[in-house]
T-cell receptor, first 115, second 111 residues
Framework: ETGVTQTPRHLVMGMTNKKSLKCEQHLGHNAMYWYKQSAKKPLELMFV???????ENNSVPSRFSPECPNSSHLFLHLHTLQPEDSALYLC??????????????FGEGSRLTVL | GDSVTQMEGPVTLSEEAFLTINCTYTATGYPSLFWYVQYPGEGLQLLLK?????DKGSNKGFEATYRKETTSFHLEKGSVQVSDSAVYFC??????????FGAGTTVTVRA
């Protein structure tokens, strides 16, 4: 495995379900990110972990809960979501010192549909 | 705060046509500017970048010049191919660790 891997690629859940999105990076990076991609909107930065510490929580509702157990893995736990949370959720990684060079590496995304 | 505005799509072109996607930005200080591309079913990947005024980024036949006076970073390609069909995102990086992205422009190239 190389790069950034996200699972599942597609997820359909009801508003009362609890599910998790998983991201794994094999690049030796020490920063990881969750972005939300909705149609015709700018990518929204949700969470940033740098050296396994959360450094950004961009006013995200508490029904989204991130977890970063180590520098290679990032989770997004989902519970009691709303239909407007349906979107493509992208994970990315970088070396902390290189963020301003724009060198973020993205996974293919997890397409979430909330019924 | 920092923000990026890019032209709305979708854009549909014929092969070998000239492509321009406009991008303007608002930022304090001296941001770095980027274009990312997202091919169908894939994640975003960095296409090119420019880190200071008047720099030109280039890759795969695409070019963009950092214009501080017009706060712009327009993406151009002289002769597109079907394989260039993708979503293109303009982005900037300010004084912190965050990238601010535009909404993306979908480009479809027809044979």
């Amino acid at each position: 495995e190389t790069g950034v891997t996200q699972t599942p690629r597609h997820l359909v859940m009801g508003m009362t379900n609890k599910k998790s999105l998983k991201c794994e990076q094999h690049l030796g990076h020490n920063a990881m990110y969750w972005y939300k991609q909705s149609a015709k909107k700018p990518l929204e930065l949700m969470f940033v972990y740098s050296l396994e510490e959360r450094v950004e929580n961009n006013s995200v509702p508490s029904r989204f809960s991130p977890e970063c157990p180590n520098s290679s893995h990032l989770f997004l736990h989902l519970h009691t979501l709303q239909p407007e949370d349906s979107a493509l959720y992208l994970c990315a990684s970088s070396q902390v010192a290189e963020v301003n060079t724009g060198e973020l590496f993205f996974g293919e995304g997890s397409r979430l549909t909330v019924l | 705060g920092d923000s990026v505005t890019q032209m709305e799509g979708p854009v549909t072109l014929s092969e070998e046509a000239f492509l321009t996607i406009n991008c303007t930005y608002t930022a304090t200080g001296y941001p770095s500017l980027f274009w990312y591309v997202q091919y169908p079913g894939e994640g975003l990947q960095l296409l090119l970048k420019a880190t200071k005024a008047d720099d030109k980024g280039s890759n795969k036949g695409f070019e963009a010049t950092y214009r501080k006076e017009t706060t712009s970073f327009h993406l151009e390609k002289g002769s597109v191919q079907v394989s260039d069909s993708a979503v293109y995102f303009c982005a900037l990086s300010g004084n912190d660790y965050k990238l601010s992205f535009g909404a993306g422009t979908t480009v479809t190239v027809r044979a």
